[in-house]
């Protein structure tokens, strides 16, 4: 069966840097895109950032945009997140999401399985 695992979240300090990995099994990894998407307290899930099956393109929400960055290791089946210049308004439950194509959309029902999420909480 489809497992996601997420971790890698934490408490860190406005400015500071997380990274976030995701391991995948049950399904074959390289053919499906991978994106992450964040719940805040209080809010809606939110898309963050997506990456083609093949690594070839990555897509970012304008309010990550620049300081975060997508990547995947098909040899590895996981994909990361990583955050940098982190701000308080990115403190939220982070989930990975397999996309149900080889291609990024950013629209949340085109992903067929969820992980369990990873809390990231940005606080001095």
């Known amino acids: 069966q489809v497992q996601l695992v997420e971790s890698g979240g934490g408490l860190a300090q406005p400015g500071g840097s997380l990274r976030l990995s995701c391991a995948a099994s049950?399904?074959?990894?390289?053919?499906?895109?991978m994106s992450w998407a964040r719940q805040a307290p209080g809010k809606g899930l939110e898309w963050v950032s997506g990456i083609y099956n093949d690594g070839s393109d990555t897509y970012y929400a304008d309010s990550v945009k620049g300081r975060f960055t997508i990547s995947r290791d098909n040899t590895k089946n996981t994909v990361y997140l990583q955050m940098n210049s982190l701000k308080p308004e990115d403190t939220a439950l982070y989930f990975c999401?397999?996309?149900?194509?080889?291609?990024?959309?950013?629209?949340?029902?085109?992903?067929?399985?969820w992980g369990q999420g990873t809390q990231v909480t940005v606080s001095s």
């Open positions: 999401a397999k996309g149900k194509k080889g291609e990024v959309v950013d629209v949340l029902e085109e992903y067929d399985y």
């Open positions: 049950g399904f074959t990894f390289s053919s499906y895109a």
